[in-house]
């Protein structure tokens, strides 16, 4: 697969800000979040169909009816994936952690363009974003606050890794 530019992965994250946060969502929507789960339970298609159209004939106001298969969610490493996946870098079936991703990277010491940022733990890193400067992170944030632009110096005692990931984005 292609490398993808800085500013490719930078204009399709800044597309997901305000995004909702799903611990393990790599991009789906609530339909296929549904489907999903349902086929991993034995649940018929069939059956699934007739619960789908249960939620949006019931539960979704009829003036929302896109909500089940417009909004996208993902949590913090999704995030990453989702716009490599968009970009045609990656394939439909890559999945990793935020420390999975960091394996990937090539370690750099301070952020930039395009570059990924990392939480650590102690043990591994358990968060990751995308800097679109060398100042500025879009992050899958939390529940309540979804996909946001952050200053990185507002949590610098956070950010405390950064990394390319040099088999899918060309850096200058």
Request: one cysteine or more; proline letters at 3%; charged letters at 25%.
């Amino acid at each position: 697969m292609a490398k993808v530019t800085v500013k490719q992965v930078v204009d399709e994250a800044k597309k997901l800000i305000g995004n909702p946060y799903c611990w393990g969502g790599n991009g789906e929507t609530i339909e296929d979040i549904i489907r999903s789960f349902a086929k991993k339970n034995g649940q018929k298609e069939a059956q699934t169909d007739t619960m789908i159209a249960f939620i949006l004939e019931s539960i979704i106001p009829a003036i929302m009816p896109t909500v089940l298969t417009s909004i996208h969610f993902q949590d913090c490493s999704g995030l990453v994936i989702e716009i490599l996946r968009k970009l045609g870098t990656i394939n439909k079936d890559y999945d990793t952690t935020a420390e999975g991703l960091y394996c990937k990277c090539k370690k750099i010491s301070k952020p930039q363009a395009g570059a990924l940022a990392f939480f650590y733990d102690g043990t591994k890193h358990n968060h990751v974003g995308i800097c679109i400067d060398d100042k500025t992170v879009i992050h899958a944030y939390s529940v309540k606050i979804g996909v946001v632009f952050e200053p990185i110096s507002d949590r610098a005692d956070k950010w405390v890794d950064f990394g390319l990931l040099n088999s899918y984005i060309k850096y200058n």
